[in-house]
Nanobody, 123 residues
Framework: QAQLVESGGGLVQAGGSLRLSCAAS????????MGWFRQAPGKEREFVAV???????EYADSVKGRFTISRDKANNMAYLQLNSLKPEDTAVYYC?????????????????WGQGTQVTVSS
């Protein structure tokens, strides 16, 4: 049974940085896209970033240039580097495995989800 466990969240001041980690177990995700999503209070979960098996990466416009997604296939890990954080980045961040989308990028789905890690950015 596949499991994704996030770590690295916390409280940081605006302009600060955090690095989120996602440890996968139970199956290898080397052939799958892995991604990060987030959900702020009172809002729907939204796409943040994805890294495909080819290492091609995509980002939401709101985080482009500030966040960087990466993966370590050998160790079944994924990461999200968050720089220049803003209060509006405050959310629970979820790691996802087996991420897929459709032309237009209006909808994203994933086969596996982590339990989430809280990121809080103070102003």
């Amino acid at each position: 049974q596949a499991q994704l466990v996030e770590s690295g969240g916390g409280l940081v001041q605006a302009g600060g940085s955090l690095r989120l980690s996602c440890a996968a177990s139970g199956r290898t995700f080397s052939s799958d896209a892995m991604g990060w999503f987030r959900q702020a209070p009172g809002k729907e979960r939204e796409f943040v970033a994805v890294v495909y098996s080819s290492n091609l990466r995509e980002y939401a416009d709101s985080v482009k240039g500030r966040f960087t997604i990466s993966r370590d296939k050998a160790n079944n890990m994924a990461y999200l580097q968050l720089n220049s954080l803003k209060p509006e980045d405050t959310a629970v961040y979820y790691c996802a495995g087996g991420v897929r989308t459709w032309p237009g990028r209006a909808k994203w789905e994933a086969d596996y989800w982590g339990q989430g890690t809280q990121v809080t950015v103070s102003s």
